[in-house]
């Protein structure tokens, strides 16, 4: 059995794993450290050291020594007391014990055990990884001396930093707006523009219209004549029934349609009074009954005007 293999791994977890009957092998951790002689580092690390006058029994390795063997309690302990026995037969003669990744134990000129760890092993968990080097030399005068040479060479001149001119945000904005109130007030004129004319067209149709009203008459190919008034009185009857030919807002329109009618042939062609419209209805002629009425428009739509229509009071 190997008992210093058992004797490492627990060196790894513990700072203290004791051999009963023989000492006890403690750990201490050390710090990074770099040694100026050799330029060399080295990372943090547990140290071993040996302390014999601790041999009592903690149960610790014995343990692990039966886990890992597969044996009982007991028999781990016998074992690791032949072990002891061996050991200690063989420093009494003067004999070197090497214990692999631990270190060796021997005796001095006094009989007292001596203890030299190994350094093979870092059994520091959280360097795992990390390894010694030794760093070349840095030669901080010479460099020193061949930036002075550069510098009388080239000489370096330190210019001050620029600051960034965002004066041209400045003149963007004012742009921006000013473009923004130019489109607004351009789109203002613009729709007032359309409505202005609009209104213009509005009114120039409306007076078309009038015109057209005022100045409406019927062409009759009739050659106007001298109209002989009857004067004789006759007694008016009711005659709700009016087939109109057209209405004038001018009176002297109106009296001037009636005389072409006449002139036609419509004898009873007369003006009504001025309407709610303020228009001068101009009539055919005026009827006591709807039937009579009706007759007369189809017989004048046909042969006059077709746009005759029926008025009734």
Known sequence: MQIEKHISDLLYRYQCVTVPGFGAFLTET?????????????????????????KNNDGLLANHVALQEKMSYELAVIKIGDIVNEWTYLLQNRNRIVLKNIGEISVNSEMNWVFEPANTVNY????????????????REVLKQ?????????PIIFT???????SYLKYAAAFAVMLGVGAYAYLDF???????????VRKNVQEKVQQQ???ATFLISVPEQTVVLNMTTTTEEETPYHLVASAYR???????????????GFENAKMLPMNASKLYPVVYASFKTLSEAQVER?????THNTEAWLLIE
């Open 298 to 302: 189809k017989n004048i739509q046909k």
């Open 160 to 166: 001050p930093e620029r600051k960034r001119d965002y």
């Open 30 to 54: 050390v710090s990074a450290h770099v040694t100026g002689n050799t330029n060399s580092f080295f990372p943090p690390k547990k140290v071993v050291s040996f302390n014999a006058n601790v």
């Open 250 to 264: 001018s009176e002297a329109n109106a009296q001037k349609a009636i005389a072409e009618l006449k002139v036609a």
């Open 146 to 154: 061949e930036v002075e040479a550069l510098e009388e060479k080239a």
């Open 124 to 139: 520091l968990t959280d360097s795992f990884g990390l390894s010694s080097f030794v760093s070349p030399e840095i030669t």
């Open 190 to 200: 613009q729709n007032k523009l359309v409505a202005s004319k609009t209104l213009a």
């Open 213 to 215: 009203i005022q100045q």
